[in-house]
């Protein structure tokens, strides 16, 4: 019985975004969100600012690209470098990018962020005017 408990008491941190199907990035901590919204129940914008130990963005990069396909998510770009890496996602018409950045002088500082928004919304106008 006490071991149920404590399995039952540690709580893992949610592998989506605020209940949609938007992984959140694996092995960092989530420290703000903002620009939530929402077509119903679809999660169309979403801005998540992460910070955690990194010591490379090869790993935390490769287990979330593992996890925003499992839930649908298709990989359109990967530029992962020594201290840093931009993963961008595409399901239906919303794109998600997602960086992570290795401190150099605190690797216990990592940061990550995740853009959310309509892949119509992210793309320049021609001409960059409107």
């Not at 092995?27 to 119903?40: A, F, H, P, T």
Request: net charge neutral; glycine share 10%; proline share 5%.
């Amino acid at each position: 019985m006490a071991a149920l408990l404590l399995i039952g008491g540690c709580d893992a941190p949610p592998e989506t975004i605020v209940g949609s199907d938007v992984p959140q990035i694996v092995g960092l901590e989530s420290r703000n969100v903002s620009g939530i919204e929402r077509d119903g129940e679809t999660l169309t914008a979403v801005h998540v600012v992460y910070r955690g130990s990194m010591r490379t963005p090869v790993e935390v990069a490769e287990r979330t690209i593992d996890r925003y396909r499992v839930h649908g998510w298709t990989l359109v770009e990967r530029r992962i470098q020594t201290t840093s890496a931009r993963l961008t996602f595409t399901k239906g018409d919303r794109r998600a990018v997602v960086d992570l950045k290795v401190s150099t002088l605190n690797p216990a500082m990592g940061a990550g962020s995740v853009d959310l928004q309509r892949a119509s919304a992210a793309a320049p106008s021609p001409g960059g005017t409107s």
